[in-house]
């Protein structure tokens, strides 16, 4: 093996200038670790940004972790880029970067652009690519169509490490081979549209979720390599689905290998820690000020698309981005230039970001998970907006789900909470989510944010559920929650899939494939989800007897679908106008018997031309209790 470092540069003078500028969104191809074949010698080319560096090397098993044997070459051009080809080195090499500070510290980094990383808690980088052979051409042409905004989307959010374990050993992971197998075709099976995948890039504490990621460019090893991650993401799109990935470039960990006083310096951070530092998470913020930083960032997010066959990005903690005093009090943060709160270079950043996306992947999606009233998260940016495709609709969640913890006597009095969301629903392209973060932390699983005996928990969840999907908007699931998991999320543990195996549970998991079917065939429920001219209000104003009536429009007037809840323990008989005379039949019923309700089931009933709730037609209909019906035109 060879001893020497090889003066040699994948980089050209047009690369260095776009990465300076902040305009280079390919960085992976450039930096990082690439074996290649140099003057007929096989070997590995080695670059690293770390311009505050007195020394940078290579170690590894190759050299015994010598930190003098292979020391890379600093460019000329002041860009702070160290390279070097090392001849011999080969796939599967174990590596560091060894770096020596202006002060004299010897660091050992992991690889900021390394493709795979060791196993946690080992920390080492890995010589490995993301070729592969793509079988999911059929996917990727009809994509624009998949993931158009008056389409159907149906987001199951899954924790790849928690969603199963395996049946034998239950501290083993399923590898994304193994999970392929069994989630893929269950997916399927539910009806969902796409999947959201938690944060699958590699992160050192497990615990974090994922969120706490130190290698950007890495599937986690935990689960497997590239190429097995690539089958798992094949396998969806083969089945018609699609993937989202969360996202992370809001924080990153101070693990002492990962991207923190990277060279020495604040390099990817803030230096100042009323900038640089995150208080919730006691984690580093990226400095977006920083040209290189936003190359980094926004490279990453065109890997995840361009390598993996990504269908989207869900950005997290776009608030914390924000807001200078983001979970900060007075004194504990740094004004703008202008004295105010909004941090302007995240501004910057994100319309960059998506303004990129959107050119180079126009058939994939961009979503905030942003909880505040910032103006035009998903308006586009030559609008004055951030440019995402979607933003999650934090106030309809804690709305709603606060409606629904009330016992139904007591409802009458919140009945406000359950319309005020079409006040503000257009403004944003929303997504309606019931995630990760509402089943955690003490607050409990969905089905026990319900109140009444098990009967009337299991009759609102369902009503909860069947209202999500009629709404306004996008939906997203969180995993367990489509058969009522009884336990909070515990990231150490499978779902408790035996409790499908029980009536309540099981009738639940029915009723949310059921739901799915609703959603992706009636295209009122989704071809004008973010606009005021697909929702009409029929009552919203029964308070007494907590009754919503509300219809759905699609671009033809037969599509339109008429939807009542009853959201007491109360059958009841009564009256709804309805838009257009005719006969009218309920295809969906939260009540029956199949999904563990009580079976109170109405007939098809011809409508009367009498004058109701400001329609010149009306019926007369028997609602279940605790229950919701969705009704169309025949």
Same mark, same amino acid.
């Not at 009540?591 to 098809?604: A, E, F, K, L």
């Given at each position: 093996?060879?001893?020497?470092?090889?003066?040699?540069?994948?980089?050209?003078?047009?690369?260095?200038?776009?990465?300076?500028?902040?305009?280079?969104?390919?960085?992976?191809?450039?930096?990082?670790?690439?074996?290649?074949?140099?003057?007929?010698?096989?070997?590995?080319?080695?670059?690293?940004?770390?311009?505050?560096?007195?020394?940078?090397? %290579?170690?590894?098993?190759?050299?015994?972790?010598?930190?003098?044997? $292979?020391?890379?070459?600093?460019?000329?051009?002041?860009?702070?880029?160290?390279?070097?080809?090392?001849?011999?080195?080969?796939?599967?090499?174990?590596?560091?970067?060894?770096?020596?500070?202006?002060?004299?510290?010897?660091? &050992?980094? =992991?690889?900021?652009?390394?493709?795979?990383?060791?196993?946690?808690?080992?920390?080492?980088?890995?010589?490995?690519?993301?070729?592969?052979?793509?079988?999911?051409?059929?996917?990727?042409?009809?994509?624009?169509?998949? *993931?158009?905004?008056?389409?159907?989307?149906? %987001?199951?959010? /899954?924790?790849?490490?928690s969603w199963a374990r395996d049946s034998e050993d239950s501290e083993r992971f399923l590898t994304y081979r193994e999970i392929a197998d069994r989630l893929v075709p269950y997916v399927k099976d539910m009806g969902f549209t796409h999947v959201e995948l938690m944060p699958i890039m590699e992160h050192p504490y497990y615990p974090s979720w994922g969120y706490q990621i130190t290698g950007y460019f890495a599937a986690s090893s935990r689960y497997g390599n590239a190429q097995d991650l690539m089958y798992l993401i094949e396998c969806f799109h083969v089945a018609g689905i699609g993937v989202i990935l969360d996202w992370v470039p809001s924080h990153f960990p101070g693990d002492a290998h990962g991207l923190y006083r990277f060279d020495g310096s604040h390099l990817f951070e803030h230096e100042d820690p009323r900038k640089g530092y995150h208080p919730d998470w006691k984690s580093y913020i990226f400095n977006y000020g920083r040209n290189e930083i936003r190359s980094f960032l926004i490279s990453n997010a065109f890997f995840w698309l361009e390598r993996y066959h990504i269908d989207g990005l869900r950005v997290d903690a776009v608030a914390s981005m924000l807001y200078l005093d983001y979970?900060?009090?007075?004194? &504990?943060? %740094?004004?703008?230039?202008?004295?105010?709160?909004?941090? +302007?270079?995240? %501004?910057?950043?994100?319309?960059?970001?998506?303004?990129?996306?959107?050119?180079?992947?126009?058939?994939?999606?961009?979503?905030?998970?942003?909880?505040?009233?910032?103006?035009?998260?998903?308006?586009?940016?030559?609008?004055?907006?951030?440019?995402?495709?979607?933003?999650?609709?934090?106030?309809?969640?804690?709305?709603?789900?606060?409606?629904?913890?009330?016992?139904?006597?007591?409802?009458?009095? $919140?009945?406000? !909470?359950?319309?005020? =969301?079409?006040?503000?629903?257009?403004?944003?392209?929303?997504?309606?989510?019931?995630? $990760?973060?509402? /089943?955690?932390?003490?607050?409990?699983? +969905?089905?026990?944010?319900?109140?009444?005996?098990?009967?009337?928990?299991?009759?609102?969840?369902?009503?909860?559920?069947?209202?999500?999907?009629?709404?306004?908007?996008?939906?997203?699931?969180?995993?367990?929650?489509?058969?009522?998991?009884?336990?909070?999320?515990?990231?150490? !543990?499978?779902?408790?899939?035996?409790?499908?195996?029980?009536?309540?549970?099981?009738?639940?998991?029915?009723?949310?494939?059921?739901?799915?079917?609703?959603?992706?065939?009636?295209?009122?429920?989704?071809?004008?989800?973010?606009?005021? &001219?697909?929702?009409?209000?029929?009552?919203?104003?029964?308070?007494?007897?907590?009754?919503?009536?509300?219809?759905?429009?699609?671009?033809?007037? &037969?599509?339109?679908?008429?939807?009542?809840?009853?959201?007491?323990?109360?059958?009841?008989?009564?009256?709804?106008?309805?838009?257009?005379?005719?006969?009218?039949?309920?295809?969906? *019923?939260?009540?029956?018997?199949?999904?563990?309700?009580?079976?109170?089931?109405?007939?098809?009933?011809?409508?009367?031309?009498?004058?109701?709730?400001?329609?010149?037609?009306?019926?007369?209909?028997?609602?279940?209790?605790?229950?919701?019906?969705?009704?169309?035109?025949?």
């Open positions: 093996m060879g001893q020497a470092v090889s003066v040699y540069s994948l980089f050209t003078e047009f690369d260095i200038d776009l990465f300076r500028s902040g305009k280079h969104y390919k960085l992976y191809e450039k930096l990082g670790s690439h074996a290649l074949i140099q003057n007929e010698k096989q070997g590995v080319y080695f670059a690293v940004w770390a311009p505050n560096a007195e020394a940078v090397s %290579v170690i590894g098993n190759f050299n015994g972790w010598n930190p003098h044997s $292979h020391q890379l070459f600093v460019r000329w051009d002041s860009s702070g880029i160290w390279e070097g080809f090392i001849e011999g080195l080969e796939m599967g090499e174990v590596y560091k970067y060894h770096i020596r500070t202006a002060t004299g510290e010897q660091l &050992e980094k =992991a690889d900021p652009f390394a493709l795979l990383h060791e196993t946690p808690p080992r920390t080492a980088s890995v010589v490995a690519t993301t070729w592969y052979a793509w079988q999911d051409d059929a996917w990727m042409l009809s994509r624009p169509d998949k *993931n158009a905004l008056d389409k159907p989307f149906s %987001v199951y959010e /899954v924790h790849i490490g979970s900060r009090n007075e004194g &504990e943060w %740094v004004p703008n230039g202008f004295g105010g709160r909004e941090n +302007l270079d995240a %501004v910057h950043f994100l319309k960059e970001l998506n303004e990129a996306v959107y050119a180079h992947f126009p058939d994939v999606q961009t979503i905030a998970e942003e909880s505040t009233s910032w103006p035009g998260v998903s308006r586009p940016t030559f609008e004055g907006g951030l440019g995402f495709g979607m933003k999650w609709m934090m106030g309809w969640m804690h709305d709603t789900l606060n409606y629904f913890k009330e016992d139904a006597i007591h409802r009458k009095y $919140h009945h406000d !909470q359950m319309t005020f =969301a079409t006040v503000y629903g257009f403004h944003e392209n929303f997504m309606l989510p019931l995630s $990760h973060d509402e /089943v955690v932390y003490g607050k409990q699983a +969905l089905i026990y944010k319900m109140p009444g005996d098990d009967w009337q928990r299991f009759a609102n969840l369902r009503a909860l559920y069947l209202y999500m999907y009629t709404f306004i908007g996008t939906k997203l699931l969180f995993m367990g929650g489509e058969f009522a998991q009884t336990s909070e999320w515990n990231v150490n !543990q499978s779902l408790d899939w035996h409790l499908t195996q029980y009536e309540p549970h099981k009738g639940m998991q029915r009723f949310v494939k059921d739901l799915n079917r609703l959603y992706r065939a009636e295209p009122a429920l989704y071809e004008k989800g973010f606009s005021a &001219e697909g929702f009409q209000w029929i009552e919203l104003g029964d308070h007494e007897n907590s009754i919503f009536v509300y219809l759905r429009k699609g671009y033809r007037i &037969e599509d339109d679908v008429l939807i009542v809840l009853n959201l007491t323990p109360v059958v009841r008989n009564y009256r709804i106008g309805v838009p257009t005379a005719g006969r009218w039949k309920v295809i969906l *019923n939260s009540d029956d018997v199949s999904y563990y309700g009580s079976g109170v089931n109405p007939i098809d009933v011809t409508s009367e031309p009498i004058y109701w709730m400001n329609c010149g037609d009306s019926i007369p209909i028997e609602l279940p209790p605790l229950g919701g019906l969705v009704l169309k035109r025949i």
